[in-house]
């Protein structure tokens, strides 16, 4: 089956750095993947839509200065945490649609981030 | 704006009930509805994908029905084990790609 990684797993970081999130496609290419925010005991919140060789699609209230997407491969999409702030920390994850993707097809996603901000 | 709610948040039952997970949504315009499993800290696990013109989709001892009209869709899981212990997401979509999730069941099943 599709996989997809993501990492780091774990990443605790002090106030004002900068993080990034590696998300990737093992065994299919993804010319879409997305980016999800899930707060303790709260559902997945879409943050935004990353599409291979164009600008990310951010839902509306994410600000997107502050969390850098950039996919520049149909393997591969990042996901930065610029200067950080406790607000911050959260469970993230990622998820990816095969390019060969129909409308019967799944998205498949990541095991998540877990970014604490101190 | 589409909300997706889900009823109940937690349950607790004993191995071997048959059980029902509730998810109800504001919008019945929505192209697709799928039911995740995650398990603690961890991703997802897409369990049953059900088109908009379907009302039921079925997985060995998990069955998943969608009433459009009336912004409902039900998990029915048939004698739980304590390895169905997660929480349970399901997710409507719109425009063919984006995902709203609801708030999820947190179960347990105990020996």
């Known amino acids: 089956g599709a996989v997809v990684s993501q990492h780091p797993s774990r990443v605790i970081c002090k106030s004002g750095t900068s993080v990034k999130i590696e998300c990737r496609s093992l065994d299919f290419q993804a010319t879409t993947m997305f980016w999800y925010r899930q707060f303790p005991k709260q559902s997945l919140m879409l943050m935004a839509t990353?599409?291979?060789?164009?600008?990310?699609?951010?839902e509306q209230g994410v600000e997107k200065d502050k969390f850098l997407i950039n996919h520049a491969s149909l393997t591969l999409s990042t996901l930065t945490v610029t200067s950080a702030h406790p607000e911050d920390s959260s469970f993230y994850i990622c998820?990816?649609?095969?390019?060969?993707?129909?409308?019967?097809?799944?998205?498949?996603f990541g095991p998540g981030t877990r970014l604490t901000v101190l | 704006k589409q909300e997706v709610t889900q009823i109940p948040a937690a349950l607790s039952v004993p191995e071997g009930e048959n059980l029902v997970l509730n998810c109800s949504f504001t919008d019945s315009a929505i192209y697709n509805l799928q039911w995740f499993r995650q398990d603690p800290g961890k991703g997802l696990t897409s369990l049953l994908l059900?088109?908009?013109?379907?009302r039921e989709q079925t997985s060995g001892r998990l069955n998943a029905s969608l009433d459009k009209s009336s912004g409902r869709s039900t998990l029915y899981i048939a004698a739980s084990q304590p390895g169905d212990s997660a929480t349970y997401l399901c997710a409507v979509i719109k425009n063919t790609d984006k995902l709203i999730f609801g708030t999820g069941t947190r179960l347990q099943v105990f020996p």
């Open positions: 998820s990816a649609r095969d390019v060969e993707w129909t409308s019967t097809d799944t998205q498949y």
């Open positions: 059900i088109q908009s013109s379907q």
């Open positions: 990353s599409n291979e060789g164009s600008k990310a699609t951010y």
